[in-house]
T-cell receptor, first 113, second 115 residues
Framework: IAGITQAPTSQILAAGRRMTLRCTQD?????MYWYRQDLGLGLRLIHY???????GKGEVPDGYSVSRANTDDFPLTLASAVPSQTSVYFC????????????FGPGTRLTVL | KNQVEQSPQSLIILEGKNCTLQ??????????LRWYKQDTGRGPVSLTI?????NTKSNGRYTATLDADTKQSSLHITASQLSDSASYIC??????????????FGKGTHLIIQP
């Protein structure tokens, strides 16, 4: 069982370009999440999905979009990247929701120049 | 405002020693409190989850305590090992109708174990 995989591992991107970060889980978890982690700020929720077909906004959703077409995949798209989106992005999943253990992916390190 | 404050910000101890990390929160209404371990360059891994009715939970050499009255939690590491070097993140869940936006993350304590 792989758990949660993220791709790419790292990426350098020119400002203004479009980028999709991929996240796949094989645990059949209902809930999935995207966080960004910046030095000194901790993890912040970008978007989440409680179940396939539904999504919600987190603490810092501006500039990001997500979709949840099926249970396993939860891609995060930056429509037009800006330097302030330079960060480490973590995808996570949990069986149901708030009271369940969250399992995190290995992260994607994104640099926007 | 829902907040989670962790202390100390960083800590250096010798291998084999014990240590205690602190977490204070103002999240309300309280649902649960979690401790995560995050190794450098990796995603966080769950150590413990405690609900309102639980005041202690162990996972090997890690023991978490919760005082819901004072809104404080601690993570005690016994007989530290070099592999315990990591950031430890306290996360508090709020009853938000089941939405995933109900988690508030602390900024973490960076722990270094020296041989």
């Amino acid at each position: 069982i792989a758990g949660i995989t993220q791709a790419p591992t790292s990426q350098i991107l020119a400002a203004g370009r479009r980028m999709t970060l991929r996240c796949t889980q094989d645990m059949r978890h209902n809930a999935m999440y995207w966080y960004r982690q910046d030095l000194g700020l901790g993890l912040r929720l970008i978007h989440y999905s409680n179940t396939a077909g539904t999504t919600g906004k987190g603490e810092v959703p501006d500039g990001y979009s997500v979709s949840r077409a099926n249970t396993d995949d939860f891609p995060l798209t930056l429509a037009s990247a800006v330097p302030s989106q330079t960060s480490v992005y973590f995808c996570a999943s949990s069986s149901q929701g708030l009271t369940d253990t969250q399992y995190f992916g290995p992260g994607t390190r994104l640099t926007v120049l | 405002k829902n907040q989670v404050e962790q202390s100390p910000q960083s800590l250096i101890i010798l291998e084999g020693k014990n240590c205690t990390l602190q977490c204070n929160y103002t999240v309300s209404p309280f649902s649960n409190l979690r401790w995560y371990k995050q190794d450098t360059g990796r995603g966080p891994v769950s150590l413990t989850i405690m609900t309102f009715s639980e005041n202690t939970k162990s996972n090997g050499r890690y023991t978490a305590t919760l005082d819901a009255d004072t809104k404080q939690s601690s993570l005690h590491i016994t007989a530290s090992q070099l592999s315990d070097s990591a950031s430890y993140i306290c996360v508090v869940g709020r009853n938000s109708g089941g939405g995933a936006d109900g988690l508030t993350f602390g900024k973490g304590t960076h722990l270094i174990i020296q041989p």
